[in-house]
C-alpha cells in the first residue's frame, strides 16, 4: 500500500521535506509508520510522545490502521501565545 506522510514545522525540517510518498504493508498503523520514519530520521524519535497525527484531514490515534491512499500528517506540538 502507498500512503503520503506530510510532515510540519520542525517534523519537515528534520526529515528536509515536508511530503513523502512510503510503502507500507497490510496492517500498518500511525504509530508504525511513524516509527518507521523515526528509524530514518533519528532526531524525529524525540517527538514520539508529543505528536499528533491526522488521517485524511481527521485526527487520528497511533493506533489506526492505513488504507491504500492514506494521506497520514504529523503535527509538532504547538507553542507561542
Known sequence: MRVTVRLFARLREIAGTAELTRTVEAGATVGSL???????????????RSISS???????????PLADGDEVAFLPPVSGG
Do not use: F, I, S
Open 34 to 48: 511513524w516509527k518507521d520514519l523515526a528509524r530514518e530520521h533519528a532526531a524525529l524519535a524525540q517527538y514520539e
Open 54 to 64: 491526522a488521517v485524511n484531514a481527521d485526527y487520528a490515534r497511533m493506533d489506526r
